[in-house]
């Protein structure tokens, strides 16, 4: 299994560009089986979850194919393939975005219950009673969604859970909406950048969606979708786990190719915790070499706090000295972080939804697991700002969401060295001065 070896103690000092968003990424991708014509991608970063949907979508019949390490071509050539593989499908709950899609322009869809990160219980309930409302027949059958329909038709569909609004849902029924006939209201729909860059794609496409990025969507049914040409956003999860390695080794690093406005709740936690904070039209720089201070957070739906920067902040707070709290409204489960961030010396305790962290001024380097994508990240934070050598194991959980993480480290300074059948060998850049 890849691991990943970091000698800690180094503070960060550079620059780093991040690449284009995975969470765009994979529901664009799905959206592709509504489209009649060539689309072509941009900014398609190269990780784990990108290349399921790859295969999901070659499995369904799609034809793609990667002109440049960063671009992707897909086209619809075997329509009549409308089953999704449980290998794939189980591999991350993204995949979960084909349904609304296969059922809007084939008719049916058959898709496995979604896998991928143990968060706790993250229901698709929401989903499927949109579907139905847009007159789709479904149906649960030994663990497979079946959904059918000859026509989809427009609809009033609430989104909005006891969590908040579904980014997923949101996005699955977007795109059946964008096919159905009549008008379809979308009240309490997520409003998350990703989600914006979907429903601007299928717009580009020939859909007709007004009210993006506000909790009330409007879609107009179109009869047909055609080829595009669309550039992904930057990935903001990416940016901020950047930034917060910056803090965390009281280094000063710039993340370039961002959109500052989409970080705006992640640069107001940086400057709670002391950083110095600068940005400009498509960077942020923050300079950890201040004082650093503890404090409590709360991860929400956008604007607030993002649950996939929790666990990255609650690595940080580990590593300030003093009495801090981060609490996932969200994801009330999402803390398989916790223990593995124990075995750095910090001192964390979850009480429910929160967990509560006393921290430290040293935190000393440890052997750690990876439970998850995001918990993943978290511990190569905390491995580079701990004394000693840390080994982070089942490192291929990170690359399910980073690309070339580890190289980018290096070339900020960072002594971090890959092992296992996907290392790779690379000069780091020499550290800049901050």
């Known amino acids: 299994m890849d691991r990943l070896l970091i000698e800690g103690g180094r503070p960060l000092f550079g620059r780093v560009a991040v690449s284009g968003a995975k969470n765009a990424a994979l529901p664009i991708m799905a959206a592709t089986l509504l489209v009649d014509g060539p689309v072509r991608l941009e900014r398609v970063p190269q990780l784990g979850d990108v290349a399921t949907m790859e295969a999901l979508l070659a499995q369904l019949g799609v034809t793609l194919h ?4 960063d671009s992707l071509e897909l086209l619809n050539t075997d329509t009549s393939r409308r089953r999704a593989a449980y290998r794939l499908v189980r591999r991350m709950r993204a995949s979960v975005c084909v ?5 809007a322009r084939r008719g049916r869809g058959v898709v496995p219950l979604p896998g991928g990160c143990r968060l706790g219980d993250r229901p698709i309930d929401l989903h499927l009673r949109g579907l139905v409302a847009l007159g789709a027949e479904i149906r649960i059958d030994r663990g497979l969604i079946v959904a059918t329909a000859r026509r989809l038709r427009g609809a009033r569909i609430h989104l909005e859970g006891p969590r908040g609004p579904t980014v997923t849902g949101t996005a699955n029924l977007l795109c059946a909406a964008s096919l159905a006939r009549g008008v379809t209201l979308l009240s309490g729909a997520a409003s998350e950048p990703e989600i914006v860059d979907l429903g601007r794609f299928l717009n580009a496409c020939g859909a007709r ?10 879609i107009q049914g179109v009869s047909q979708l055609g080829g595009a040409c669309w550039q992904l956003i930057p990935d903001r999860i990416e940016a901020a786990t950047l930034l917060l390695a910056g803090l965390i080794t009281r280094g000063v690093v710039t993340v370039d190719r961002c959109v500052p406005s989409d970080l705006a709740a992640v640069l107001e936690a940086l400057a709670t915790l002391g950083a110095g904070v600068r940005t400009g039209p498509d960077f942020v720089t923050v300079d950890g070499r201040f004082a650093q201070r503890p404090g409590s957070f709360a991860a929400a739906p956008h604007p607030g706090l993002p649950t996939d920067v929790q666990p990255q902040l609650a690595a940080c707070l580990a590593a300030i000295p ?3 709290a981060i609490q996932d409204t969200v994801f009330p489960e999402r803390f398989g972080h916790v223990a593995e961030l124990n075995r750095f010396g910090a001192q964390l305790c979850r009480r429910g939804d929160t967990t509560l962290i ?6 000393e380097a440890a052997p750690v697991v990876a439970p998850d994508l995001r918990a993943g990240a978290s511990l190569v934070l905390a491995g580079l700002a ?5 080994v982070v194991h089942k490192v291929l959980h990170v690359d399910r969401g980073y690309e070339r993480f580890a190289e980018k480290l290096a070339a900020l300074g960072a002594s971090v060295e890959r092992r296992g059948q996907m290392a790779t060998a690379w000069s780091p850049s020499p550290r800049l001065p901050g």
Request: proline fraction near 6%.
């Open 358 to 363: 006393e921290g430290t001024h040293a935190l």
């Open 66 to 69: 990667r002109p440049t390490d």
């Open 209 to 218: 969606i007004a009210g993006l990025g506000t909790r009330e969507i409007e």
């Open 322 to 324: 003093g009495r801090s």
């Open 99 to 103: 349904l609304g899609p296969l059922v």
């Open 386 to 390: 701990a004394r000693g050598a840390t």
